[in-house]
């Protein structure tokens, strides 16, 4: 079975510039997370989609960040514009109805650095 | 919210020696502490996790506690190997109700041969 993946592994863009994440959860996960991870510093939550529908989006850090997962399959997080400051890897993950738990499972991550 | 604190930040030991990392939580209604273990160019991944109705749980050469007065718990690692080196994070829940979980800011474990 396919775990999560994500797209592109690194992503280098100039500043302003707009960049899209792509994540594809496990096949039959209703739940799917964003996270980013800062240099040194906590795995960070974003927002968490529950299908199509997002449940929650508190740690979105501001507008210039957008996430969709159009018919509650594969999700996407674009930013616009980037600013120096969004660089970190952006983690995805998924797990089945109910909660976070042993069947969550993370991506391999989207290194973004913003020069 | 929930604030998690882990400590230390690195982590060097030789090859054979025990390895201890030690995490603080502040919301006294998480009840469910995960730890993930991240090898370069991987994602996170859960080694073990412990419930708030247990005090210890061991895997083999991984074992983790839980303080719940104190709100503290620490992940144990035994016979250190070189494939432990990795990034480990801890993380706070609440299974049942807001259960996305918080994380600490890592610990990144390097086992010399």
Known sequence: EAGVTQFPSHSVIEKGQT?????????GHDNLYWYRRVMGKEIKFLLHFVKESKQDESGMPNNRFLAERTGGTYSTLKVQPAELEDSGVYFCASSPPGHWGTEAFFGQGTRLTVV | GENVEQHPSTLSVQEGDSA???CTYSDSASNYFPWYKQELG??????IDIRSNVGEKKDQRIAVTLNKTA????L??????PEDSAVYFCAASIIGGSY??????????IVHP
């Open chain 1, 19 to 27: 960049v899209t994440l792509r994540c594809d959860p496990i096949s």
């Open chain 2, 20 to 22: 201890v990392i030690k």
């Open chain 2, 42 to 47: 991987k994602g996170p991944q859960l080694i």
């Open chain 2, 71 to 74: 709100k503290h718990f620490s």
């Open chain 2, 76 to 81: 144990h690692i035994t016979e250190t190997q």
């Open chain 2, 100 to 109: 996305i979980p918080t994380f600490g800011r890592g610990t990144s474990l």
